[in-house]
């Protein structure tokens, strides 16, 4: 099992921007489909954004698929969540998700995980 790492996460105003970045050592992420799942305190884990291991295909939730954009990086063997517009809705922490096969929306087909990454926007 690999370990998945989240960076990138912090305080910003409404309006502002973060990206999200998850690896994995030894370019292990590069042959998994990834999503993005966020919760925030007393809600359930919901579903973000994914892409396959061969890039072309993404997913997202409708409520972020405008804001949001997830993008895979070979070259630095890294997954990336581009997050535009923030909204105080979108406080919550983070996690990339790894697995084999396609990037389906459900965090149970998920078995690699890493440990979250604190998004917090305010007013």
């Known amino acids: 099992q690999v370990h998945l790492t989240e960076s990138g996460g912090g305080l910003v105003q409404a309006g502002g921007s973060l990206r999200l970045s998850c690896t994995a050592p030894?370019?292990?992420?590069?042959?998994?489909?990834v999503a993005w799942f966020r919760q925030a305190p007393g809600k359930d884990r919901e579903f973000v954004a994914s892409i396959s291991a061969t890039l072309t295909n993404t997913y997202y939730e409708d409520s972020i698929k405008d804001r949001f954009t997830i993008r895979r990086d070979y070259a630095k063997s890294s997954v990336y969540l581009q997050m535009n517009s923030l909204r105080p809705e979108d406080t919550a922490i983070y996690y990339c998700?790894?697995?084999?096969?396609?990037?389906?929306?459900?965090?149970?087909?998920?078995?690699?995980w890493g440990q979250g990454s604190q998004v917090t926007v305010s007013s």
């Open positions: 030894e370019r292990a992420i590069d042959n998994y489909a």
């Open positions: 998700a790894a697995k084999s096969g396609p990037p389906r929306a459900y965090d149970y087909e998920y078995d690699l």
